[in-house]
C-alpha cells in the first residue's frame, strides 16, 4: 500500500494533534440497543441523566476559567467509534451554525444568544445532528455555570480547529444568552449545499463577508463529512477528516470529480474512487473564476490559507456582537483535565 505526500503529512500532523489520547483513554462511545449513545439519552437536552452527580464537582465561580474550560473541551474531543474518532468536526459545525444566522443589514442572528438551544431554531434542517454536539458540551457548561452557551459553543469551535492542527484564533468572550426562542432568526438563513455560487454569495454577503473571506471560511471542509441522515450528504472531504489542512483546496483542484446521485437522491461530486465528496456549493469555489483565484493560492500555501481564515473566522463568530472582552491569554499548555468520573458516565 502507499499513501501519498499529503496522507503522510496529515497523519503525522493527526499524530501530533491526537497525542493526549492515552490520557483519555477511558472515553467511549459505546451502543445501547443498537444505537450510539453518548452517555445520556439523546433527547434529554439541558436536563440530561446525571445533572446532580456532575453538580457535585462543579466549582461554581462568577468569572468563568478559560484555561480550565478550554482544555475541558480539548479532552472531549476524541471518541472511539464516533465518524473518524472526533468530536471536533461537529463542535465546529455547531459554532459556525450559530453564527450564520446573521444579517448584517437588521443586525439580527449571530453567535450570540445561543439561540440554537431553543425552537424553531434547533430544528431547522441546516442545524440536523448539531444537537449532538450541544449535548456533549452541557455537561462543561453545568461545571461552568459563569460560562454563557453562546462563548461555550465558540470557544469549542476554536479548540477543536485548534486541536486538529490548525491556526491559532482569538477568543474574545462575554456573549449572553437568550432566554427564550423569541430571537431565534427565520429558517433559510444557512447555506444550502446543493446551489452554487449565487446563493453561496448571497448567503455570504448577508453576513458582510467577501469572496476571499468566503472561499477561506469553506477550507473549514477539510474537517468531518457529510451524513446521508442529517444533511442528505455522504462522505468526507479530504482522506484527514480530523485535521485542519489546506487538503480541501488541494483536492478540489487536484482531483476528478463526477457529478453523482446518492443513497438520498441528492447530487453530490465524488472522486475517482468514490471515497471522497464535494458538494455543488464546495465545486463552485472552482466553477467560479473569482473564487477560484483563492482556491488555487491556498491550495499552494496553508499558511496563506490560514492566515486568511483566522480573521475570516473571527468575524464569523463576533458578528452582532456587542462590547466582548479583550481576547483571553490561554496558558501555553491547558493542564490535561481528568474528569473525576469518566466523562460519559452520568448515572
Ligand atoms: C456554502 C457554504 C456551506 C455549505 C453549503 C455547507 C454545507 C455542509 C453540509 C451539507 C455538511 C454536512 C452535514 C452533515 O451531514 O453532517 C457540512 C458539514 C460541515 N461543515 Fe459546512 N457548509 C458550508 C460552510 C461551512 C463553513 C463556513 C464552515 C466553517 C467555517 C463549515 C464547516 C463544516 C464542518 C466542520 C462540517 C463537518 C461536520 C461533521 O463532520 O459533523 N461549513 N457543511
Known sequence: MSFSRSTVRAFIRAQRAT??????????????NGIRQFG???????????????????TVSQQP????????????????????????????RLAWHSCGSYDKKSGTGGSNGATMRFTPESGYGGNVGLGLARQVLEQIKLRHPAASYADLYQLAGIVAIEEAGGPKIPFRPGRTDAADGKACTPDGRLPDGGKTQQHVRDVFYRMGFDDKEIVALLGA??????????????????????TFSNEFFRLLIEEKWELKTNGAGNKQYKNSDDT???????????????FRVFVEKYAKDEQAFFNDFVPAWVKLQENGCKGLAAPVAFKAAPAAVVPAKPWYKFW
Not at 68 to 88: F, N, P, V
Not at 276 to 290: E, I, N, T
Request: aromatic share 10%.
Open 19 to 32: 497525542g493526549r489520547v492515552a490520557t483519555f483513554a477511558s472515553r467511549r462511545i459505546f451502543l445501547s
Open 276 to 290: 471522497l465528496m464535494m458538494l455543488p456549493a464546495d465545486m463552485a469555489l472552482v466553477q467560479d473564476p473569482k
Open 65 to 92: 476559567d478559560w484555561d480550565q474550560i478550554r482544555a475541558e473541551i480539548a479532552s472531549l474531543l476524541d471518541i472511539e467509534g464516533y465518524d473518524d474518532g472526533s468530536l471536533g468536526p461537529v463542535f465546529v
Open 40 to 58: 445520556f439519552k439523546a433527547s434529554t437536552g439541558a436536563a440530561f441523566g446525571g445533572a446532580a452527580l456532575m453538580a457535585a464537582a462543579v
Open 221 to 242: 471542509h477539510a474537517l468531518g463529512r457529510c451524513h446521508l441522515n442529517r444533511s442528505g450528504y455522504e462522505g468526507p472531504w479530504t482522506n484527514a477528516p480530523t
